[in-house]
């Protein structure tokens, strides 16, 4: 069974620029989380969809900070404009429905510059 | 409220037992997990444990639970050198929807 894919692996930008994260969860996941992880710190949830709909993102800096999931699979996560403190790696996770265990991407590591 | 507290740093040697502790905020709580993270890679799931057990053993994972203390732990017996990462637990607060809160996570060094 394939895992979940994340792209790119890496991004480097200049603040105030736009960048967006694309994840392709487990087939037949339902559930798909996005994370963003610090250095140094442990992942914090950002949004959670269930299908193409959103359950929470309460944590999620909507000005500048927006995702979707159109068809109920792929999902992107876009910043724009970018600030120095987004630097972080960018988690993706799919659960086959909410509560049950989450697997996760390799992430996407972006550098604001 | 939620927060789950671990030490930052854990140093063994190959063929020890290692112990990495964790604290949560959430007595209600349904389950608690331990990922482990490798440089450069996503998060993996090691394990995890129900709130109505204490004990959870899988090959060479012991997981036990104090509900009473809030406070988990992973043992890991015969600790290898690839073992060496970042271990992080997790709890599934017990409002809304399951999201997971992650510990700052332990930074395990196993040496030769």
């Known amino acids: 069974e394939a895992g979940v894919a994340q792209s790119p692996r890496y991004k480097i930008i200049e603040k105030r620029q736009s960048v967006a994260f694309w994840c392709n969860p487990i087939?037949?996941?339902?559930?798909l989380y996005w994370y963003q992880q610090i250095l140094g710190q442990g992942p914090k949830l950002l949004i959670q969809?269930?299908?193409?709909?959103?359950?929470?993102d309460s944590q999620l800096p909507k000005d500048r900070f927006s995702a979707e999931r159109l068809k109920g699979v792929d999902s992107t996560l876009k910043i724009q404009p970018a600030k120095l403190e987004d630097s972080a790696v960018y988690l993706c996770?799919?659960?086959?429905?909410?509560?049950?265990?989450?697997?996760f991407g390799p992430g996407t590591r972006l550098t604001v510059l | 409220g939620e927060d789950v507290e671990q030490s930052l740093f854990l140093s063994v040697r190959e063929g020890d037992s290692s112990v990495i502790n964790c604290t949560y905020t959430?007595?209600?709580?349904?389950?608690l997990y331990w990922y482990k993270q490798e440089p450069g890679a996503g998060l993996q799931l090691l394990t995890y444990?129900?709130?109505?057990?204490d004990m959870k053993q899988d090959q060479r994972l012991t997981v036990l639970l104090n509900k009473k203390d809030k406070h988990l732990s992973l043992r890991i017996a015969d600790t290898q050198t690839g073992d060496s990462a970042i271990y992080f637990c997790?709890?599934?607060?017990?409002?809304?929807?399951?999201?997971?809160?992650f510990g700052t996570g332990t930074r395990l060094l196993v040496s030769p």
């Open positions: 444990i129900f709130s109505n057990m």
């Open positions: 959430d007595s209600s709580s349904t389950y």
């Open positions: 969809f269930q299908n193409n709909g959103v359950v929470d």
């Open positions: 087939s037949g996941h339902a559930t």
């Open positions: 997790a709890e599934t607060p017990s409002t809304g929807f399951q999201k997971l809160v």
């Open positions: 996770a799919s659960s086959k429905e909410d509560g049950d265990t989450q697997y």
